[in-house]
Nanobody, 115 residues
């Protein structure tokens, strides 16, 4: 059974930092690409970043230079380091894996950027 559990969100001031984690189970983590997506209040899902099974990375234009995605294949965990956060980064953040042709996400972790 594929499971993903996000954590690490919270309330942070503009310019602050957070580190999100996503613990996974139920699939062979090391051979899958992992993604972070987000959903801002009143908006649809938005892709944020991808880390491929090779550990190569790709980012949405709006986060380049501020966010870093990484993975630990031993812990089956993917991370999102977020720096210089802006109010427009306020959203629920989800990690995502496409397994067997279906997208799986956890319940998400809430990031609120506000003074």
């Amino acid at each position: 059974q594929v499971q993903l559990v996000e954590s690490g969100g919270g309330l942070v001031q503009p310019g602050g930092s957070l580190r999100l984690s996503c613990a996974t189970s139920g699939f062979i983590f090391s051979v899958y690409h992992l993604h972070w997506v987000r959903q801002a209040p009143g908006k649809g899902l938005e892709w944020v970043a991808t880390i491929y099974k090779t550990s190569e990375t790709n980012y949405a234009d709006f986060v380049k230079g501020r966010l870093t995605i990484s993975r630990d294949n031993v812990k089956s965990t993917v991370y999102l380091e977020m720096n210089n956060l802006k109010p427009e980064d306020t959203a629920v953040y989800y990690c995502n894996v496409n397994y067997g042709g279906a997208d799986y996400r956890g319940k998400g972790t809430v990031v609120t950027v506000s003074s």
